[in-house]
C-alpha cells in the first residue's frame, strides 16, 4: 500500500435465508457506497435435517453465488434470521451507564425464552415522547419527568445462532464481521434518517413482515405465513395451468387480459387472498399506538419480492388512505446508470442484503 492511499475494502452484505441467499457488495468511495456486485441463488433449497449437513450445503451455497458474481471481498455482514430475534421496547429507572446493562438483562429475561446468559443482547436508547412533551414545560416539571426513566429497545438472539452462523460463513471461506437483525437493515436501507413513524411490510415468498419504524428505529415486528406462493395458488385455482406456468405469469398477468382489475389496478383474483395482510397491518398499526403509545405509522413502505405484485401499493394505498410505496433500497447506493432498471426489479428482493452492507458505510 503506498504511504498516501487508503486501501478502501469492500463489504458483503449476505441475507442468508432457510433456503435462499442474496448478497450485494459494497464499496465506500469518497463519502459513498458504491455497487460491485451482488447475486442470489435461484429455486428454493431443501434442507437437510442434520445440523453439519446442513452448515455445508448453505455455506457450499454462499460459495457458488460469490464465485458466480466474482465477489471481491472475504468480509461480510449477515442478517439473523427472524425467528431467532427476540425485542422489546422497555423502561429502565435512569441510573448510571455501568448500572444500566445489568437492568436491561434482566428485562431481557422477562420476554427471552431461554437464559440470558445464552443470549447475546444489544440495545439502543429511545427518544422519549414524555422527555419531548415536557420540553415546554416548567423547569422542576421536566426534572421530575426526565430523571425518571427511560425507553430502550432491547434486541436478543441466541449466541448459538451467532456461533453457527460465524461456523457456515467460515466453512464458505469469509470472515463474519458482524451480524445484524433484519429489521435493522430494511430500516437502513429504506428509511435511512427519516423520523417519522412508518410501517414497513415485507411481503416475502411463504411469510410477510410488518416493521413500524420511529425515529429510525424498529420498535415493532410482527410476521404472518402469507406471500407469493399464496398468490400463485390464487392465480393457478382460477386459470388451471400449474404452479409453475402461474408463479411465471404472475408479475405479467394484466397483460394476459383474461383478469379483472378492481378501480386501483389490483387484479380481482387476489383480493381475498390479500384479505389476511390487510386485517394484519390495520392490527398492527392499532397496537403500536395504543399499547405501545407510538404514534400512527403517515405511510407504508412496501418491500419483498411480492410487494411487485401489480399494483399492490395503489391499493393498499386506496385501502387505507395513506401513502403506500415501494421502497428504493439502492436510494443511498451509487450504482451505474445502465444498471438503474434491472436493480429496480430486483430491488424489493435485496433491501435486506443492501442496508447490511450500508452499515460500513456509516
Ligand atoms: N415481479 C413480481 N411480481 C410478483 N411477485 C414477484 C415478482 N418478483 C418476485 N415475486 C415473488 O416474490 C417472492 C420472493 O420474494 P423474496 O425474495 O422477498 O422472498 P424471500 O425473502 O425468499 O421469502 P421469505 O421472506 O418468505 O422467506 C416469490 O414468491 C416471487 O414469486
Ligand atoms: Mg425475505
Known amino acids: 500500500m503506498g504511504l498516501f492511499s487508503k486501501k478502501e475494502e469492500s463489504i458483503l452484505g449476505v441475507d ?20 460491485v456486485t451482488y447475486g442470489f441463488s435461484s429455486g428454493e433449497l431443501k434442507m437437510p435435517d442434520d445440523d453439519l449437513e446442513q452448515r455445508n450445503l448453505q455455506a457450499a451455497l454462499i460459495k457458488k453465488v460469490a464465485q458466480g458474481s466474482k465477489v471481491k471481498t472475504k468480509n461480510v ?27 436491561i438483562e434482566r428485562e431481557a429475561q422477562k420476554f427471552l425464552p431461554f437464559p440470558v446468559a445464552e443470549a447475546v443482547v444489544d440495545w439502543k436508547v429511545i ?24 425507553q430502550a429497545l432491547i434486541t436478543a438472539a441466541p449466541r448459538s445462532t451467532v456461533t453457527r452462523i460465524a ?43 410488518f416493521f413500524v419504524v420511529e425515529n429510525t428505529l424498529p420498535v415493532m415486528h410482527r410476521s404472518m405465513q402469507l406471500g407469493g406462493v ?41 383480493q381475498q387472498t390479500i384479505q389476511p395482510l390487510i386485517n394484519e397491518i390495520r392490527y398492527t398499526m392499532n397496537l403500536y399506538t ?53 436493480l429496480y426489479e430486483i430491488g424489493t428482493r435485496f433491501a435486506v442484503s443492501v442496508g447490511l452492507a450500508l452499515r460500513e458505510g456509516q
Not at 430475534?85 to 435512569?94: D, L
Not at 420540553?135 to 419527568?145: M, T
Not at 451480524?179 to 414497513?200: C, K, Q, Y
Request: net charge neutral; no cysteine.
Open 16 to 35: 442468508l435465508g432457510a433456503s435462499s441467499v442474496k448478497m450485494v457488495e459494497l464499496k465506500k468511495e469518497k463519502h459513498q457506497m458504491h455497487l
Open 290 to 342: 395504543t399499547q405501545q403509545g407510538g404514534t400512527h405509522p403517515e405511510r407504508i413502505v412496501l418491500t419483498g419480492g411480492s410487494s411487485l405484485l401489480p399494483h399492490l401499493d395503489a391499493f393498499l394505498s386506496h385501502t387505507f388512505n395513506m401513502k403506500v410505496f415501494v421502497g428504493d433500497p439502492w436510494a443511498r447506493t451509487w450504482y451505474p446508470e445502465n444498471l438503474r432498471p434491472a
Open 167 to 209: 461456523d457456515v460463513f467460515k466453512r464458505a471461506g469469509f470472515t463474519l464481521k458482524s451480524l445484524e437483525t433484519e429489521a435493522f437493515a430494511l430500516t437502513r436501507s429504506l428509511i435511512g434518517n427519516d423520523p417519522t413513524s412508518v410501517l414497513l411490510v415485507d411481503v416475502g415468498a411463504v411469510r410477510s413482515n
Open 77 to 103: 455482514i449477515a442478517s439473523v434470521p427472524l425467528s431467532d430475534v427476540f425485542s422489546a421496547v422497555v423502561r429502565i429507572p435512569n441510573v448510571a451507564k455501568k448500572e444500566q446493562t445489568a437492568l
Open 230 to 270: 399464496n398468490f400463485t395458488q390464487a392465480l393457478d385455482n382460477v386459470l388451471k395451468v400449474g404452479l409453475e406456468k402461474a408463479e411465471q405469469m404472475k408479475s405479467d398477468i394484466m397483460s394476459t387480459g383474461a383478469i379483472e382489475a378492481d378501480e386501483t389496478g389490483f387484479p380481482k383474483i387476489f
Open 127 to 150: 427518544e422519549d415522547k414524555k422527555k419531548k412533551d415536557a420540553k415546554g414545560k416548567s423547569f422542576e416539571h421536566q426534572k421530575k419527568e426526565i430523571a425518571s426513566d427511560i
